[in-house]
């Protein structure tokens, strides 16, 4: 369904694969809502932001830079004792001063980021936001659970 808003109806499985002809944002974003985990699928309303961003900056869509197609693994990620630190990490330290501006200075301030409070910071491109609210996605379930997933932390 995705796939036929951003091409307007056209019809995606003449003699494509999985990825062929759609961008690689709006391929991310489908992953994302097919995760057989429903609790780590994105909620309608992110859903709607997204796709409303693509449709007032379709530029994103073929901007291989703002592709965002792997996430942090939560087993991977260190123990970020600053803001600086885990920005470096994911390539966004660009964005230092805006976190700082939104007196966002410790990794559990960073923890409770929505992706629109990046927006509202002043982070434009969806690209850079996804792969920021990846990472803290990442570092809550990393951090908060212990490394279990929401499912294994419920019980």
Known sequence: MLWEIMS???RPYWDWNNYDGCPKIVHVLMLECWETDKNKRPKFADIVTRLDELFRFPEVL???????TN???EDSLPEFKSVDEWLKFINMEK???????????SIDK??????????EMGIKLIGHR??????IKAMKTQYFNGGLDEDEAAI
């Open 8 to 10: 307007f109806a056209d």
């Open 62 to 68: 073929n901007d291989d830079l703002l592709f965002v």
């Open 71 to 73: 996430s942090p693994k």
């Open 95 to 105: 964005y230092l001063d805006e976190l700082y501006a939104a007196n966002v200075n």
């Open 110 to 119: 960073v923890t409770e980021l929505q992706e629109r409070d990046l927006r």
């Open 130 to 135: 996804n792969k920021m609210h990846e990472s």
